[in-house]
């Protein structure tokens, strides 16, 4: 899933520098950027998460899954005032950009569905 975010920001950056502009291509990459830092954080934290009701050893402090829930958001917010400030095109590829997890979502659910389909389920 990670490799298809990235895969899939390399690729709509490129399309979108070359159909409508390097500026706005550039504001896509690094959203889509962003969308990729922000989807390992929250992976990492689920996992986390889950390794903390499963097992009943570790304390129940849950301080760094809160710290790196506030980071994502500080992170992606700093980044799109910088860009909004700078640029409306970037700004626009920006958000496109953040939006890339949602298509490769679809792609994996789409390859999951085939291989289903391929073994017979």
Do not use: H
Not at 27 to 42: K, M, N
Not at 44 to 66: E, M, N, T
Not at 74 to 82: D, K, T
């Amino acid at each position: 899933m990670l490799r298809f975010v990235l895969i899939l920001g390399a690729v709509l950056a490129l399309c979108t520098a070359w159909r409508v502009g390097w500026i706005t291509g550039l504001g896509f990459a690094a959203g889509a950027f962003v969308a990729y830092l922000s989807f390992r954080s929250l992976n990492k934290a689920v996992q986390s998460l889950a390794s903390r009701i499963v097992d009943a050893k570790q304390p129940a402090s849950g301080f760094s899954l809160v710290n790196g829930f506030f980071l994502r958001y500080l992170l992606a917010g700093i980044v799109a005032y910088v860009i909004f400030t700078s640029s409306s095109q970037a700004f626009r590829g920006f958000l496109f950009g953040l939006c890339t997890p949602v298509a490769a979502m679809l792609m994996e659910a789409g390859f999951e569905a085939y291989a289903a389909l391929r073994r017979g389920y």
